[in-house]
């Protein structure tokens, strides 16, 4: 389904993010977890793809297994690094043949484990692949008329490359101006960043829904982790506080790290937010919970999603 349709009218999606898996084996166990999702009808799922070629084909084919076996829409991500223009429409083509309906375009992380020449790569940066993209819909290629939705990303806390904030939201409009029709942002902790950023978009002339990024943390080898993954995400001090409280309690950090995502999820939503995207690491438990803590209705069918206002929410969980 396209991105357009997904996004259409004024309720929220919901959707989650897995990374690559590194072998057949964890693979299987990927989509095992994706299944015990199913039931809770995300509006979508993203792929995320390896630097270097590690993980691509598995990614691909766990995208397509996704799109052929379940009822999910899977949005596999495409980056820049060690791309050229072929190898990304052999991707493409693969893609709309099996009717996936959106893809996600992304700079990407340089890769660690091989050599890397980054001039060498055809797209230097995200907008020159959302613009290939848009050349490819154009083409007719895709059998949806109107090609590929076409995702970015979005930084509230930043661009880690790019410290001046001026510049950086000249980038984003530049890929919004390319084609891009959803942005989906970066993790963050403290939602006056989100929401400041979502208002200088606004400002910049950029109306294309941006989806929050949300990760929960579970352990504090896990919170560590995001750290390094988000290039330098902002905990707020009473996050630290209280993880501080139950470090050595991991029952505990894991509560801590729900209750915290889960208010947050509250408040996007009184804040009208256009979707919230859940980066899960590839486990459903604690995804689950604030799901069914936000008293978010399983969808029945496919593609319809009634989500209940805050206000019933709160008044659910009184009870």
Known sequence: MHITDILRGDSPTFSFEFFPPKTPAAAELLYQTIRDLESYTPHF??????????????????????????KLDPIPHLTCVCHNEEEVETILLRYARSAIGNVLALGGDRPRDIPYDKS??????????????????????HPDRRGFGIGVAGFPEGHPSTPNRLVEMDHLKAKVDAGADYMVTQLFFDNRDFLDFRERCALAGIHIPIIAGIMPITSMSGFKRI????G???FPARLLRALQRCENDPEGVRRVG????????????????AGIHFYTLNRSDATRVIFD???????????????????????RLAN
């Open 45 to 70: 799922i993203s792929v995320t793809y390896g630097a270097g070629g590690s993980t691509r084909d598995l990614t691909h084919d766990l995208v397509e297994r996704i799109q052929h076996t379940t």
């Open 120 to 141: 060498r790569d055809s797209f230097q940066h995200a907008v020159d692949l959302v613009k290939f993209i848009r050349r490819f819909n154009e083409s007719g290629a």
């Open 227 to 230: 750290a390094e993954l988000a």
């Open 232 to 234: 330098g995400a902002r």
């Open 258 to 273: 729900v209750h915290f995502a889960l208010e947050q999820c509250h408040d996007l939503l009184d804040n009208k937010v």
């Open 293 to 315: 803590s936000l008293g978010i209705p399983r969808r029945q069918g496919a593609r319809v999603l009634a989500v209940q206002s805050s206000d019933e929410v709160r008044k």
